[in-house]
């Protein structure tokens, strides 16, 4: 069992930055893949970003690719999602999860274990 605590989120205006942090206790976090998924009101939950085991590959949702950087410090037990630039339409309840393997990164359904997120709210 892997437990996720995200924390990091609050109101920013457009243009701005926030990082988001996920601590994670029980399983060792080396041990697995990690994501941030998101999730707006009367929207499916999107994938944002991965992160692989060692560090080596990250992978990004267009939407965000070249404003937001996934990183994670494995002595930590902790997992960042840096934004900047942000926009009006990043706006959504943001999810830490985990999960085995580098296989179908990008789907909800693919991971096992989930935070109870974290809200951003982006104003213009």
């Known amino acids: 069992q892997v437990q996720l605590v995200e924390s990091g989120g609050g109101v920013v205006q457009a243009g701005g930055s926030l990082r988001l942090s996920c601590a994670a206790s029980?399983?060792?976090?080396?041990?697995?893949?990690m994501g941030w998924f998101r999730q707006a009101p009367g929207k499916e939950r999107e994938f944002v970003a991965a992160?692989?085991?060692?560090?080596?590959?990250?992978y990004y949702a267009d939407s965000v690719k070249g404003r937001f950087t996934i990183s994670r410090d494995n002595a930590k037990n902790t997992v960042y999602l840096q934004m900047n630039s942000l926009k009006s339409e990043d706006t959504s309840l943001y999810y830490c999860?985990?999960?085995?393997?580098?296989?179908?990164?990008?789907?909800?359904?693919?991971?096992?274990?989930w935070g109870q997120g974290t809200q951003v709210t982006v104003s213009s």
């Open positions: 999860t985990a999960k085995g393997a580098w296989i179908s990164i990008t789907l909800s359904s693919s991971y096992e274990f």
């Open positions: 029980g399983r060792t976090l080396s041990s697995n893949v």
């Open positions: 992160i692989s085991r060692n560090v080596a590959v990250t």
